[in-house]
T-cell receptor, first 112, second 114 residues
Framework: DAGITQSPRHKVTETGTPVTLRCHQT?????MYWYRQDPGHGLRLIHY???????DKGEVSDGYSVSRSKTEDFLLTLESATSSQTSVYFC???????????FGPGTRLTVL | QQQVKQSPQSLIVQKGGISIINCAYE??????FPWYQQFPGKGPALLIA?????SEKKEGRFTISFNKSAKQFSLHIMDSQPGDSATYFC?????????????FGRGTSLIVHP
């Protein structure tokens, strides 16, 4: 499983509140990614990181920000959660020796 | 813009049958084509992958067929089993270009009836 954990695994919050999801890895991979998964849309990239403090936007970055202050942690923040951000969020990292992505177990977020 | 089109969206097969999922891509720079398998409540996991220098790759009951000229690739699951019931995603990456950003298909929900 490439040593990826996500926290929390489930969260229910209210519209307008800030939410931070954490992705933690234990194997010093350089590239880390945040995706959201919604029925009919598959996996959509929110943000990714290619090193400490090096991040870039994906195709659905509006309303999300990220931070990576150390190699092992990649944080996804919803500054003011909206109901449209109800989704399952997956963190992933890129295999050092290849092009495979390893995914975390996911966080189910519900915004009421 | 959907750069990788996956079909069908859902698929039901009987145990022992062949499951076939197709993907088509547009960007000829793509050079790595993985398939991911996702069980309910879990993250996707790599199932099998191919590079465009070969036309077919087989691992057990799972085979990728790759048609470079048609810009298509497909996953074949032989002797499908109920345990294969999952969502399958194809993806494509321009790895040699330093992108490391895969483009995913929208997924296929496979149900194998016993």
């Amino acid at each position: 499983d490439a040593g990826i954990t996500q926290s929390p695994r489930h969260k229910v919050t209210e519209t307008g509140t800030p939410v931070t999801l954490r992705c933690h890895q234990t194997e010093n991979h350089r590239y880390m990614y945040w995706y959201r998964q919604d029925p009919g849309h598959g996996l959509r990239l929110i943000h990714y990181s290619y090193g400490v403090k090096d991040t870039d936007k994906g195709e659905v970055s509006d309303g999300y920000s990220v931070s990576r202050s150390k190699t092992e942690d990649f944080l996804l923040t919803l500054e003011s959660a909206t109901s449209s951000q109800t989704s399952v969020y997956f963190c992933a990292l890129r295999d050092t020796d290849g092009d495979t992505q390893y995914f975390g177990p996911g966080t189910r977020l519900t915004v009421l | 813009q959907q750069q990788v089109k996956q079909s069908p969206q859902s698929l039901i097969v009987q145990k022992g049958g062949i499951s076939i999922i197709n993907c088509a891509y547009e960007n000829t720079a793509f050079d790595y084509f993985p398939w991911y398998q996702q069980f309910p409540g879990k993250g996707p996991a790599l199932l099998i992958a191919i590079r465009p220098d070969v036309s077919e790759k087989k691992e057990g009951r799972f085979t990728i067929s790759f048609n470079k000229s048609a810009k298509q690739f497909s996953l074949h699951i032989m002797d499908s089993q109920p345990g294969d019931s999952a969502t399958y995603f194809c993806a494509a990456t321009h790895a040699s270009g330093g992108s490391y950003i895969p483009t995913f298909g929208r997924g296929t929900s496979l149900i194998v009836h016993p």
